[in-house]
């Protein structure tokens, strides 16, 4: 198995930038706790950001764990509350370099 590392650089639309704040750490909380695969998943705020963007770091067992994480009921729920309040999105899959 290989660990998969997913980074998301999101760009909030100014009047939605609390209710994003507020749904995205619910969607991480849920993430850890109901999903066995993922292994860290961290909210980020970019120093010096006028606090329209947030970046998220994620690490799932393998890519396996991260499709069920998509398929999971609260993502889903996240992805579709959220539609509106984001104006741009950027997701980069990373994996581990072997040493």
């Known amino acids: 198995m290989s660990r998969l590392v997913i980074m998301v650089d999101f760009r909030i ?28 998943f961290d909210v980020l705020l970019p120093e010096g950001d006028a606090g329209d963007r947030i970046v998220l770091y994620e690490i799932y067992e393998d ?13 889903r729920e996240f992805d579709a509350a959220t539609a509106g309040m984001v ?13």
Do not use: V, W, Y
């Open 13 to 40: 639309k100014p009047e939605a930038k609390e209710g994003f704040r507020r749904l995205i750490a619910e969607n991480a909380a849920a993430s850890l706790a109901r999903e066995p695969g993922c292994r860290q």
């Open 87 to 99: 104006a741009q999105r950027t997701i980069t899959r990373l994996r581990f370099a072997e040493t």
């Open 63 to 75: 890519a396996a764990a991260f499709d069920a994480h998509l398929k999971s009921p609260h993502f």
